[in-house]
């Protein structure tokens, strides 16, 4: 607009002198205030010129600018680019893990966690090498709103053998910034300690907090999940996970096996969720709750008990069998976790209820009646992480590590031979964020008059990639 004004005022100033020689000719008295003018138009296009100089002079600087951003944005692009799809991309390591490839839209990310135990009992169990895992995670993400995600899980067995299980396998469709559906086989949301905390690298102690172990706490299911965060005032924050279900399948004694079936045997579907509220970045509190109901079976595969005569035929102990019948169980619970610089601070309650119901407990039995089943698991944890407080290298790198759980039997027949109180202290070295080695000490006091108690030493070695 400028260049035009300019132009504009340098045509008036040459109609000016069109104009001015007639006038002159006419009245002599008026070219004084004709110079005037002239002179005055004269100034307002130089400084107008001079404006014109100025804004071309910031134009060419600011081009400039704006191609060395440019340039030095492609290069750093370039650079992620033969990073991530250089010739060998079993060579590039973009963002930790084992393996990261990308094709397109496609990015490919290999990652888990492995490590081992030794545990040494004062109970008459012999000293032994145990828990040996592998647990590669596969995640295939398509432009950022679809990812599959998996765990596979190898883990040595009692015997010479190897055990491999599907840990959980899900496709993730992110609705929007506040919510994905999740569906497949996932970790259970109900309570904390299975869905954030299991891998040996992860969870602080070598144990997990008896009960949070498929007893109380459910380890994995099989349906649909949604799940997000939604943001509360400026730094307030809410999350949730909703989710159903096939639920649990009775198993021996009657007791629900917590885990994903890829079946379900009755139809009534499990459901229960997860919320969160952070008031705090730092302080998270919630609580969760679960529904489901298992069928009663009528028979159970097995090798059934042998009888007094030593056939091993069952002797029918009444007439006829009774007809198996459902049960509702429920749980819920409530948690509260603090993270504060290097001090870790956590608590879990779940209480669990299976009513009474009629089912086969034994292989080889007839269904009979069970009675409800109530069941408390909880745990309080603490560790401090030693950098706090010093420089020292090898003090800056040990974790302290204290937690005391418990499992409770209210009311029924099952686990009380497991209900405890566990106290485990530890020290973890830090060779590396992900690589941790560490030794605890564990004493287990169960409720059972004839069990005695145990004093576990035990070490790990962990390490997530």
């Known amino acids: 607009m400028r260049p035009h004004r300019a132009l504009i005022l340098a045509g008036l100033l040459s109609t000016s002198f069109l104009v001015a020689a007639p006038v002159a000719a006419q009245n002599a008295s008026g070219d004084q205030a004709l110079m005037t003018r002239i002179e005055k138009l004269e100034a307002e296009v130089q400084a107008l010129k001079a404006e014109l100089r100025k804004s071309q002079a910031?134009?060419?600087?600011?081009?400039?600018?704006?191609?060395?951003?440019?340039?030095?944005?492609?290069?750093?692009?370039?650079?992620?680019?033969?990073?991530?799809?250089?010739?060998?991309?079993?060579?590039?390591?973009?963002?930790?893990?084992?393996?990261?490839?990308?094709?397109?839209?496609?990015?490919?990310?290999?990652?888990?966690?492995?490590g081992?135990?030794?545990?040494?009992?004062?109970?008459?169990?012999?000293?032994?090498?145990?828990?040996?895992?592998?647990?590669?995670?596969?995640l295939v993400q398509y432009k950022d709103w679809l990812l599959f995600e998996s765990e596979l899980e190898f883990e040595t067995t009692d015997g010479e053998g190897t055990k491999l299980e599907l840990e959980y396998a899900s496709l993730d469709?992110?609705?929007?910034d506040y919510a994905t559906l999740v569906f497949g086989k996932y970790l259970s949301p109900i309570g904390l300690f299975q869905e954030r905390l299991h891998p040996k690298w992860i969870n602080k102690a070598i144990s997990r907090p008896v009960g949070f172990d498929g007893t109380v706490e459910p380890l994995t299911d099989?349906?649909?999940?949604?799940?997000?965060?939604?943001?509360?005032?400026?730094?307030?924050?809410?999350?949730?996970?909703?989710?159903?279900?096939?639920?649990?399948?009775?198993?021996?004694?009657?007791?629900?096996?917590?885990?994903?079936?890829?079946e379900d045997n009755n139809d009534n579907k499990a459901i229960g969720g997860r919320i969160s509220f952070f008031p705090v970045p730092w302080l998270e509190l919630g609580g969760s709750a679960y529904h489901a109901r298992?069928?009663?079976?009528?028979?159970?595969?097995?090798?059934?008990?042998?009888?007094?005569?030593?056939?091993?035929?069952?002797?029918?102990?009444?007439?006829?069998?009774?007809?198996?019948?459902?049960?509702?169980?429920?749980?819920?619970?409530?948690?509260?976790?603090?993270?504060?610089?290097?001090?870790?601070?956590?608590?879990?309650?779940?209480?669990?209820?299976?009513?009474a119901f009629i089912?086969?407990?034994?292989?080889?039995?007839?269904?009979?009646?069970?009675?409800?089943?109530?069941?408390?698991a909880w745990y309080a944890q603490a560790a401090y992480k030693l950098a706090g407080v010093t420089n020292q290298e090898f003090v800056k790198d040990l974790e302290l590590v204290a937690r005391f759980s418990q499992l409770n039997v209210k009311q029924g027949?099952?686990?009380?031979?497991?209900?405890?109180?566990?106290?485990?202290?530890?020290?973890?070295?830090?060779?590396?964020?992900?690589?941790?080695?560490?030794?605890?000490?564990?004493?287990r006091d169960f409720d059972e008059p004839d069990l005695k108690t145990e004093n576990r030493f035990m070490g790990q070695f962990a390490i997530g990639f």
Do not use: C, W
């Open 294 to 355: 298992v069928s009663g079976l009528d028979e159970l595969s097995g090798e059934a008990d042998a009888d007094e005569t030593g056939l091993g035929v069952h002797v029918e102990a009444v007439p006829a069998a009774l007809e198996p019948t459902n049960a509702d169980l429920d749980i819920f619970g409530a948690h509260a976790v603090a993270t504060y610089k290097d001090l870790d601070l956590r608590f879990e309650y779940l209480h669990s209820k299976r009513d």
């Open 173 to 176: 469709l992110m609705l929007n």
């Open 222 to 262: 099989v349906g649909l999940q949604l799940r997000g965060g939604i943001p509360v005032g400026e730094n307030m924050k809410l999350t949730y996970v909703f989710m159903i279900g096939n639920g649990p399948q009775v198993e021996e004694e009657g007791q629900p096996a917590l885990e994903g079936f890829g």
């Open 58 to 114: 910031e134009a060419t600087e600011a081009k400039t600018k704006a191609e060395a951003a440019t340039a030095k944005a492609d290069e750093a692009v370039a650079k992620v680019e033969k990073a991530s799809n250089g010739v060998s991309p079993t060579t590039s390591a973009l963002g930790g893990g084992l393996f990261n490839y990308r094709a397109g839209d496609v990015r490919f990310h290999l990652g888990g966690y492995a």
């Open 413 to 443: 027949i099952l686990f009380v031979d497991d209900a405890q109180d566990r106290l485990t202290f530890g020290v973890n070295y830090l060779l590396a964020p992900n690589i941790v080695i560490k030794v605890n000490y564990e004493r």
């Open 359 to 376: 089912s086969v407990a034994d292989p080889g039995g007839l269904p009979e009646a069970l009675p409800t089943q109530k069941t408390e």
């Open 116 to 138: 081992g135990n030794v545990e040494f009992v004062d109970n008459g169990e012999n000293s032994t090498f145990a828990d040996v895992n592998f647990n590669p995670i596969f």
